[in-house]
């Protein structure tokens, strides 16, 4: 069964903005410690850009954490009732171009909260083109 699934990317033009989705399974956005968003370019290696903590999922706004790249112009959240993590993406850059995804970290090995090596679950990703 499908566990994390990413929606909402697509082509803009730089300066523009996005909201990506990510609709966890039940049990796994109670389960997860991390929800994050991560993004890989063509030849690039995967990283980290925004992530939230859900090891306390009885506030409304998790602890969140962001690359240096994206401060201050992406916003990761969630919605407990939908059981969906979103990054919204404003003053997007052509280097924005990515494929972006969803990843759940459950346990195992840490390390560190923007490496893809700490998570254990990943979506198939959804594709974000920002043009000039």
């Known amino acids: 069964a499908v566990q994390l699934e990413e929606s909402g990317g697509g082509s803009v033009q730089a300066g523009g903005s996005l909201t990506l989705s990510c609709l966890v399974s039940?049990?796994?956005?109670?389960?997860?410690?991390?929800i994050g968003w991560f993004r890989q370019a063509p030849g690039k290696e995967r990283e980290g850009v925004a992530v939230i903590d859900q090891r306390d999922l009885q506030r409304d706004e998790g602890t969140t954490h962001y690359a240096d790249s994206v401060k201050g112009r992406f916003t990761i959240s969630r919605d407990n009732g939908k059981k969906t993590v979103y990054l919204q993406m404003n003053t997007l850059r052509p280097e924005d171009t990515a494929m972006y995804l969803c990843a759940a970290r459950v346990g195992g090995v840490w390390y560190g909260v923007y490496s893809p090596k700490s998570y254990n679950l990943w979506g198939q990703g959804t594709q974000v083109t920002v043009s000039n």
């Open positions: 039940v049990s796994l956005y109670s389960n997860s410690n991390y």
